[in-house]
């Protein structure tokens, strides 16, 4: 089974997915993770993302799918996959399917993790995290027992820039604007799978085993 996940920020892909990988028995394959390991390997594609990365450009699609098409050719991927990350975009998605298509693989399901905005908003600007050790906590759902005090060590807790309202805001836009299209994009292929993401770890997984079977 060839899946890839989609969802906003603040969605609980990186949970479901955990899950998901153990119930189905198939690697998570992020792009991320692929392009750190190309770079440490020093494989050719690695090279040759090295040097746009020096550059501060954004990595080629054709390098990235380059990338892919590596990995999932590699003997854990026989069961399938799980793409984390990638597509980003209708580009993205097009040159993903005619690598697929050469391969004779294909897409089975796009999971896509829905959210209303105002849900994702309070989850991810009420994190908090402790300057001293770390450790993460949440205003709503993981309080520390004590406001601004960290339970492990005593530091002091902060929210980080990134998690203020307006970055939040800004990031959830970024999202909408280029994912929309490729969610319409794989609803039109038939693979889209909207998951309602509202509800407990359980219940959500719940929905995502109903759809995967």
């Given at each position: 089974?060839?899946?890839?996940?989609?969802?906003?920020?603040?969605?609980?892909?990186?949970?479901?997915?955990?899950?998901?990988?153990?119930?189905?028995?198939?690697?998570?394959?992020?792009?991320?993770?692929?392009?750190?390991?190309?770079?440490?390997?020093?494989?050719?594609?690695?090279?040759?993302?090295?040097?746009?990365?020096?550059q501060g450009a954004l990595v080629p699609d054709s390098v990235v799918v380059g990338l892919v098409k590596d990995r999932i050719q590699q003997e854990?991927?026989?069961?399938?996959?799980?793409?984390?990350?990638?597509?980003?975009?209708?580009?993205?998605?097009?040159?993903?399917?005619?690598?697929?298509?050469?391969?004779?693989?294909?897409?089975?399901?796009?999971?896509?993790?829905?959210?209303?905005?105002?849900?994702?908003?309070?989850?991810?600007?009420?994190?908090?995290?402790?300057?001293?050790?770390?450790?993460?906590?949440?205003?709503?759902?993981?309080?520390?027992k004590k406001e601004g005090v960290c339970d492990k060590c005593g530091g002091q807790l902060y929210q980080r820039d990134d998690d203020n309202e307006?970055?939040?805001?800004?990031?959830?836009?970024?999202?909408?604007?280029?994912?929309?299209?490729?969610?319409?994009?794989?609803?039109?292929?038939?693979?889209?799978?909207?998951?309602?993401?509202?509800?407990?770890?359980?219940?959500?997984?719940?929905?995502?085993?109903?759809?995967?079977?």
């Open positions: 089974m060839n899946i890839i996940l989609l969802g906003p920020p603040g969605a609980g892909k990186g949970t479901q997915a955990k899950r998901m990988i153990e119930r189905y028995g198939i690697p998570q394959i992020s792009t991320g993770d692929m392009l750190r390991a190309a770079l440490k390997a020093g494989t050719p594609l690695g090279l040759e993302a090295k040097k746009y990365m020096d854990d991927c026989k069961k399938g996959y799980m793409l984390d990350g990638f597509p980003r975009n209708v580009s993205q998605a097009e040159t993903l399917d005619g690598m697929l298509k050469e391969l004779g693989q294909g897409i089975d399901h796009v999971v896509c993790i829905d959210v209303p905005d105002q849900e994702l908003i309070q989850r991810l600007t009420g994190r908090r995290t402790c300057r001293e050790c770390g450790a993460g906590f949440h205003v709503m759902f993981d309080p520390p307006a970055t939040v805001t800004s990031r959830l836009k970024v999202y909408a604007d280029q994912t929309k299209p490729l969610i319409d994009y794989y609803e039109k292929q038939g693979k889209l799978r909207k998951i309602n993401g509202v509800g407990s770890i359980d219940e959500i997984f719940d929905r995502i085993k109903a759809v995967l079977g």
